[in-house]
């Protein structure tokens, strides 16, 4: 494997970590800010890149940290390596509650997958990062994901979070309406666009927003029940009311009131 060929355990049910056991001279690369603990013996660095070329000159390096913070990331990633003569553990942890998807990219069409461009925590040396284009307009205004996500290749294990629960269904030559918003990651032969969510009459009054993503082709599609999106925007009525009596008449004449 061109990959560094790590081992792994999910940890947790509703909010999970991920433990990765890095043999002698491993690495495993991770978003900043993401490790939760590491062992005696481990090492870490933070570099410009992913490490996939290490024979990248700086132009090239430049290019590709400038791409991460199109998509919103940090400009370095950290690089963590097992120094020690034995078996090591580290192990990180997501930004927010939701479930850590274990990939191996090497079982996936085409050795790459589409992610929304915050959803990679972690992956094994040799992984690389990109940035792809949503190439219709609507699919970036509209789809929830926006105009540019993620595309990460290689061979060995990355580790995708997401929000809620996790589904992967897989798609043979048909099409799947997703809540926008709600689409972790596809194979890249996977088409993703937008469609409406039906009638003026529903589109207003349905509850489930003017558009629908659409997922068509065949492949694998994950798809997240509570995106961090959908997440704030429940929680946002409530934002402003930490100081009254929720369940109580008066709290809610005060609401009311406000």
Not at 45 to 51: H, L, N, S, V, Y
Not at 59 to 64: A, D, E, S
Not at 154 to 174: C, K, P, S, T, Y
């Amino acid at each position: 494997m061109y990959s560094h060929e790590i081992d792994y355990k999910i940890i947790g049910e509703d909010i999970q970590i991920v433990e990765i056991e890095l043999d002698p001279n491993e690495t495993v690369i991770a978003e900043a800010g993401s490790m939760l603990f590491m062992e005696d013996g481990i090492q870490f660095e933070t570099k410009m890149g992913d490490g996939s070329q290490p024979t990248q000159g700086l132009m090239g390096k430049l290019l590709q940290a400038g791409s991460r913070l199109i998509t919103g990331e940090s400009l370095f990633m950290t690089h963590f390596t097992n120094r020690a003569g034995i078996k090591r553990k580290l192990a990180f942890a997501a930004p927010y509650p939701g479930t850590v998807m274990p990939i191996n990219l090497a079982n996936i069409y085409g050795n790459s997958l589409i992610v929304q461009k915050d959803g990679f925590l972690c992956a094994a040396m040799g992984t690389r990062m990109s940035i792809h284009f949503n190439q219709r307009l609507g699919s970036g205004f509209f789809g929830g994901e926006g105009f540019i996500m993620q595309k990460l290749q290689g061979d060995g294990m990355a580790f995708v979070h997401a929000g809620g629960v996790v589904i992967e269904r897989q798609l043979n030559n048909e099409t799947l309406r997703i809540d926008t918003g709600c689409v972790v990651a596809f194979e890249p032969q996977v088409h993703f666009d937008i469609q409406r969510s039906g009638g003026l009459k529903s589109m207003i009054f349905g509850g489930e927003g003017l558009f629908l993503a659409t997922l068509s082709g065949t492949g694998r599609v994950w798809i997240q029940s509570m995106p961090i999106s959908k997440l704030v925007q429940r929680l946002a009525p409530y934002s402003g009311q930490s100081h009254k009596e929720s369940g109580s008449v008066l709290g809610n004449l005060g609401g009311l009131l406000d």
